[in-house]
């Protein structure tokens, strides 16, 4: 066992946990935070998406002792620091982007990484942005479109504060 600080969703949080356990596993079963969900369990599908120091990374891929000093941030936390979430949930809900709802946080996370990055990214960058992240329900389609709204309310705001 060993001891852990980091910063879970902008709280300083100290826990006792084997090194070797996967991230995923200690956010559902000890912090219950289960928007992180394990799709492959290898790193391929996207579903269990967390940002680390504001970077997109998978959970499932991620060992206990590689939290220490870390921020960490879930789909849940990044509803309490910024409306950019609800934004981003919401253009999913008006293109149609969301079925099943399985994708959605870790497609949430990357879009909020990618907009971190890039403020105005094209459909193409959207693309790339996502890319890793799997959907089987919706096609790519409606999730690009639902991403290229909230880049365009961003566009209409910039414009506005700028006159």
């Known amino acids: 066992m060993i001891s852990l600080t980091f910063v879970l969703n902008g709280k ?21 935070l289960t928007a992180a969900k394990e799709g492959c369990g290898t790193g391929e599908c996207g579903a269990c998406t967390i940002l680390v120091d504001g970077e997109s990374r998978l959970s499932c891929l991620m060992l206990a002792a590689q939290l220490e000093g870390r921020s960490i941030t879930t789909v849940e936390g990044l509803e309490g620091e910024t409306n950019r979430a609800g934004r981003i949930q919401a253009a999913f809900i008006r293109h149609g982007a969301v079925q099943c709802g399985f994708c959605t946080p870790g497609m949430v996370l990357a879009v909020s990484d990618l907009l971190d990055r890039e403020s105005m990214p094209d459909r193409e960058r959207i693309r790339q942005g996502i890319n890793g992240n799997l959907c089987r329900c919706t096609g790519y389609q409606k999730i ?8 365009s309310e961003i566009r209409g705001r910039a414009k506005e504060q700028n006159t």
């Open 144 to 151: 690009v479109d639902a991403v290229e709204a909230v880049v």
């Open 12 to 32: 300083t949080t100290t826990i006792e946990t084997p090194p070797d356990r996967r991230v995923i596993d200690l956010l559902r079963e000890d912090f219950s």
